[in-house]
């Protein structure tokens, strides 16, 4: 199973970005897709999940800027960033899940990550 990430890269403060993930190979049904970042020096943490339902779930930092989705007819996710903060730069990190999970222990599958630089 491959994950593929793009749409990283550098952006001012307030500006919006538009990640996705495309999902290949994988013999059963993804159920969970999430958006996972990991800042220099920092633990990887949640960005948000989405369920096979279409259920999404959001970090604190997320609620009101980002919004994430699923095209299960494309195999992919999106995240869509707005108003942009500086310390939302990190490398974003797709997961893949066949199961719903509140752990990212519990992924399956994980892309190679894509930089995202929010500049001052």
């Known amino acids: 199973v491959q994950l593929v990430e793009s749409g990283g890269g550098l952006v001012q403060a307030g500006g919006s970005l538009r990640l996705s993930c495309v999902v290949s190979?994988?013999?059963?049904?993804?159920?969970?897709m999430g958006w996972y970042r990991q800042a220099p020096g920092k633990e990887r943490e949640l960005v948000a999940r989405?369920?096979?339902?279409?259920?999404?779930t959001y970090a604190d930092s997320a609620k009101g800027r980002f919004t994430i989705s699923r095209d299960d007819a494309k195999s992919t996710a999106y995240l869509q960033m707005n108003s942009l903060k500086p310390e939302d730069t990190a490398v974003y990190y797709c997961?893949?899940?066949?199961?719903?999970?509140?752990?990212?222990?519990?992924?399956?599958?994980w892309g190679q990550g894509t930089q995202v630089t929010v500049s001052s």
């Open positions: 190979g994988s013999e059963y049904p993804i159920n969970s």
């Open positions: 997961a893949a899940g066949r199961i719903w999970t509140a752990s990212q222990n519990q992924y399956n599958y």
């Open positions: 989405i369920s096979s339902g279409g259920t999404p």
